[in-house]
């Protein structure tokens, strides 16, 4: 049985498993991160390289700056758990920059339901299929 399997027939959750850390790690997740989540807190986010030069006060000199739209602004700013970011092509001198979080508050779990579905949501958009997915068999 897999440990999302377990989980969800109540069975209580051990300690996170390799597999577990290590899609933790693609997320770049800090260390001890899965506990804070399992906690109810939220994960803490490695950076590496030249983005570790504060990227926090960067980020808010940008927020301020008022380049962006409030709305836009505001749903950066929330506690929702950064999944993901992505600067994809349009056209050919256009580009959209998407930056893919969770709600505030969610499970380990729906993180990763979440992510999947951004994954497959950002192969339609790189392939250029601009049609809808087909409607699931029982009509939902």
């Known amino acids: 049985m897999s ?4 989980i969800e027939r109540g069975h209580e ?4 498993t390799r597999t577990i850390r290590a899609y933790a790690k693609l997320l770049n997740w800090a260390d001890g991160s ?4 399992l906690s109810g807190g939220n994960p803490s986010h490695e950076v590496h390289g030249a983005a570790a030069l504060n990227v926090q006060a960067s980020m808010d000199a940008d927020l301020d700056d008022k380049r962006l739209p409030l709305r836009i602004v505001h749903e950066l700013s ?9 600067v994809l092509k349009i056209g050919d001198k256009g580009r959209a920059i998407v ?3 969770g709600e505030p508050g969610v499970s380990a779990e729906e993180l990763v339901e979440e992510l999947r579905a951004w ?6 958009l790189e392939s250029g299929d ?3 997915p087909p409607a699931a068999a029982n009509g939902s």
């Open 119 to 124: 994954d497959r949501s950002r192969a339609r």
């Open 78 to 86: 929330d506690d929702g758990t950064l999944l993901d970011t992505a």
């Open 3 to 6: 440990t999302i399997q377990s």
């Open 99 to 101: 930056v893919v979080k």
């Open 130 to 132: 601009d049609t809808d």
């Open 34 to 37: 899965i506990e804070q989540v």
């Open 13 to 16: 959750f051990g300690k996170p």
